[in-house]
Nanobody
Framework: QVQLVESGGGSVQAGGSLTLSCAASGYIASSNCMAWFRQAPGKEREGVAAIFIHGGSTHYADSVKGRFTISQDNAKNTVYLQMNSLKSEDTAMYYC????????????????????WGQGTQVTVS
């Protein structure tokens, strides 16, 4: 009933661009926060970017700041991750997460604080 569905992954050359989409259905569409995480084989999951839905505040990992942009389309209940100047280090499975369990909205980078997750979409940069 409540779902997050990612799309837009694929293979690109270094320096190229991709835009990922996360479509939310059900109550999750009104979540306080939605975020993108990624995980490469043998590496820890890391928070990439987050957006607080009502206020529009955005946050980014240092590794992607200036290259990635997170945004929302309220009409379509969708969050996007626009990725530019892609590097081989960006290769990973990218996951959408929603509904941050945090008293003051902090800890967006902590994956265990989110209630809902999508199945992921693969991004490969060569």
């Amino acid at each position: 009933q409540v779902q997050l569905v990612e799309s837009g992954g694929g293979s690109v050359q270094a320096g190229g661009s991709l835009t990922l989409s996360c479509a939310a259905s059900g109550y999750i569409a009104s979540s306080n926060c939605m975020a993108w995480f990624r995980q490469a084989p043998g590496k820890e999951r890391e928070g990439v970017a987050a957006i607080f839905i009502h206020g529009g505040s955005t946050h980014y990992a240092d590794s992607v700041k200036g290259r990635f942009t997170i945004s929302q389309d309220n009409a379509k209940n969708t969050v996007y991750l626009q990725m530019n100047s892609l590097k081989s280090e960006d290769t990973a499975m990218y996951y959408c997460a929603a509904d941050l369990r945090s008293r003051y909205g902090g800890g967006w980078w902590e994956g265990h604080l989110y209630n809902y997750w999508g199945q992921g979409t693969q991004v490969t940069v060569s």
